[in-house]
């Protein structure tokens, strides 16, 4: 829990995760070449095709690609490098770099006509146009880079076709914005690059997973990709200053404007994003919720003249400088502001800014080192703006230990008719926040019982021990190898790779799925674990990755499972030993002592973890924050949709009884007092009453 103390009116408590780190300094230590240690990771792979790097904000991805385009330049005869960026914006972020004087062999160079981000007028194909031209222009020039955004790049491949393109290195960043749909065209696109095999491509994203649960790119292409993945948890260890980052949603009810004041805290530095003037949360006046969020800051003492940021005494005496991104009436003070805001000679300055209040800016790509708090009202649709927007306050800063992300959600009224659109939110908020948890935990190798010890991997005081309960940390890594009995073991390369680096792709899907999170946070009465973790990730792992075998599906499923409960319950063990008053919450190893609180009472196997609810830790955290009427009143909504098991589901649960006949030498009974015995049953009750439906539909139409 985050206890904030400030002001002792304004005293409160959000439910929350928190990542303590060991603070190394390796995430900003540079080699003789001025590459950290992403960045000579991703160069190490420099000579491939198609690169794909998945790295945190904040951990030097554009520059990683300064380094790389650069070799694929001069040693690798690729004529030019093309940058596409999302927005205009973050096209700041390849600016000039003179590499050469921290010893790379080149400097970056953009030649200004060719960064068309700062080229006049708006993306969209009547005013387009001439930066289409300049794409063409450039082509035919001698110069070697271009930057400009995905628009301008969709419609200059819509108008000189894929194979203008030919030997150029092609640079996506922000990649998450492509999708394997064949109505994204970006993704159709990068689809035509890859059939006609003549460009390099790099794929750049802080989040390789949509909002709207579309793949990114298909499994065909994706296998074509190496992939270079450096983890929230190594990014965060190896920081200097910043030790903790804390992630959490709190509850109100009434306008947002009256709560905000109970989260949003002075003395932090912090980005405020209000709701879309569409979205419940949202009073439909955008100024006058800008008006009352700086109304409860302080008093209003104008406007700076040079910044546009306005002045706000606060209650404690200070001038609180709060920047105003919302307010798009007049272009020119908006212009005026964000200028003020990227002004290089005020980077390192903590002082120039304290509040910035915006509501479809600041997120991507948008770099403001001292933010502490990215408090967030209303709950996003997507998974991937939110990873983006707790991005900001992961910057590593000068004298900041602490960050936060805190999510102000509308709790369901008991009078409210739309219930179930309130819960829907709920349950997205609460999904992101269990994404960033699997997000921000170390990286599990999983391996069976008594497998043997893993190289680079220390178990403690003792060592590896036969038959005991081995916990081994990689501290270089930030992995744990943690041993289960009776895991699946990955049979083919691809699914060995998904299993060690593609598992919070595969719980993404899982928190995604709107009836796994019903059932499993508000109708725990009627849902039996095994329904989430063996039938609902079962599905999810076959639709994702269908040309696998059943038995590499069946490992990645373990293996997600695993990785999922592993992380809930050591949270819930580290909670449990807190209330006890002998948890090291504080200190960096908090979720490894949970792990071990958790691992040290039993032997772990996979039957086990397969009756663990994954929302238990969740459901903990919701029963203490929200009033208990509305709970029971969301818990009743949900539980009156109860439905008859559908035929995917009784064909799955006949396959899982199937395997019970051959473990136990009989089928399930419908009458065991064991549940998920008898959910089997009912399983193959119910394929064969859908068999005899068919079989009865069949013949009608014969006889018809």
């Known amino acids: 829990m985050i206890e904030q103390t400030g002001n002792a009116a304004n005293r409160y408590t959000v439910p929350s995760v928190s990542i303590s780190t060991a603070r190394t300094g390796a995430s900003n230590k540079a080699n003789a070449l001025g590459m950290r240690t992403m960045q000579e990771r991703a160069y190490a792979k420099r000579g491939e095709q198609y690169l794909l790097i998945k790295s945190p904000p904040a951990s030097g991805k554009s520059r990683a690609l300064m380094f790389i385009a650069l070799d694929k330049l001069n040693n690798q005869s690729l004529q030019q490098a093309i940058v596409v960026v999302p927005e205009r914006s973050i096209g700041g972020s390849f600016a000039d770099e003179p590499l050469s004087q921290h010893g790379f062999q080149w400097d970056w160079h953009v030649a200004p006509q060719w960064n068309l981000c700062n080229a006049p007028g708006v993306d969209e194909p009547r005013v387009a146009k001439s930066k289409v031209e300049a794409v063409g222009k450039f082509l035919e020039s001698d110069d070697k880079v271009l930057v400009c955004t995905h628009a301008t790049f969709r419609f200059a491949v819509e108008e000189l076709g894929v194979q203008a393109f030919d030997n150029r290195l092609i640079a996506i960043d922000e990649f998450h914005h492509v999708s394997s749909n064949p109505d994204n065209k970006l993704g159709s696109q990068l689809g035509a690059f890859i059939a006609r095999d003549k460009v390099h491509l790099i794929a750049m994203t802080g989040s390789y997973f949509r909002g709207d649960s579309e793949a990114v790119m298909g499994p065909e292409d994706e296998a074509k990709f190496e992939t270079i993945t450096y983890t929230y948890y190594e990014q965060l260890n190896?920081?200097?200053?910043?030790?903790?980052?804390?992630?959490?949603?709190?509850?109100?009810?009434g306008p947002y404007v009256n709560a905000i004041n109970k989260v949003l805290d002075p003395a932090l530095k912090t980005i405020v994003h209000i709701p879309n003037v569409n979205a419940r949360e949202s009073l439909k006046d955008k100024e006058r919720e800008v008006n009352e969020i700086m109304h409860g800051l302080g008093e209003w003492k104008g406007v700076d003249p040079v910044t546009g940021f306005h002045l706000i005494q606060a209650h404690d005496g200070r001038t609180l400088r709060v920047a105003d991104l919302v307010d798009d009436s007049d272009p020119a003070k908006r212009s005026k502001v964000l200028t003020a805001l990227k002004d290089p000679a005020q980077k390192d300055n903590r002082d120039s800014v304290d509040v910035i209040i915006a509501l479809g800016m600041a997120k991507e790509g948008f770099d403001w080192i001292w933010c502490e708090h990215a408090l967030t009202i209303g709950y996003r649709s997507s998974l991937t703006e939110i990873v983006q927007i707790i991005g900001r306050a992961t910057r590593d800063a000068e004298g900041k230990e602490r960050s936060r992300f805190t999510n102000l959600i509308a709790e369901p009224a008991a009078?409210?008719?739309?219930?179930?659109?309130?819960?829907?939110?709920?349950?997205?908020?609460?999904?992101?926040?269990?994404l960033m948890e699997q997000v921000l935990a170390p990286r599990y190798e999983f391996t069976p019982k008594n497998a043997g010890p893993k190289e680079g991997f220390d178990y403690g005081e003792d060592g590896y021990k036969e038959g005991g309960h081995n916990i081994g940390v990689n501290q270089e890594t930030g992995q744990y190898h943690v041993e289960i009995n009776g895991l699946a073991t990955p049979q083919s390369s691809e699914a060995t790779r998904i299993c060690k680096e593609d598992l919070n792709e595969v719980v993404t899907s899982f928190l995604q799925d709107k009836t796994v999170l019903e059932r499993g946070l508000f109708d725990k009465e009627n849902t039996l674990p095994e329904e989430l973790t063996q039938l609902r990730m079962g599905k999810i792992v076959r639709e994702r990755y269908p040309d696998l075998s059943e038995v590499d599906q069946e490992a990645i499923r373990q293996h997600a499972v695993a990785a999922m409960n592993l992380t809930q319950q050591a949270k819930l063990a580290s909670a449990q030993a807190d209330t006890n008053g002998n948890g090291t919450d504080q200190g960096s190893t908090a979720l490894l002592d949970g792990v071990r609180r958790f691992v040290n009472v039993r032997d772990l196997d996979i039957d086990l973890i397969d009756r663990i609810n994954p929302f238990d830790a969740a459901y903990a955290v919701l029963a203490k924050s929200m009033d208990e009427k509305s709970l029971r009143q969301v818990q009743a909504?949900?539980?009156?949709?109860?439905?008859?098991?559908?035929?995917?589901?009784?064909?799955?649960?006949?396959?899982?009884?199937?395997?019970?006949?051959?473990?136990?030498?009989?089928?399930?009974?419908?009458n065991s007092a064991d549940l998920w015995e008898k959910r089997m049953a009912e399983g193959v009750s119910a394929l064969a009453r859908y068999r005899a439906q068919a079989k009865a539909a069949q013949r009608e139409s014969g006889n018809g």
């Open 637 to 670: 909504s949900i539980a009156a949709k109860k439905v008859s098991i559908p035929e995917d589901e009784a064909r799955e649960l006949a396959k899982r009884a199937l395997q019970f006949k051959n473990e136990r030498g009989r089928l399930p009974d419908i």
């Open 238 to 253: 190896g920081y200097r200053w910043l030790k903790s980052l804390d992630i959490g949603y709190f509850f109100y009810t």
């Open 415 to 434: 009078e409210q008719s739309a219930v179930a659109e309130a819960v829907n939110d709920m349950l997205k908020a609460i999904s992101a926040s269990l």
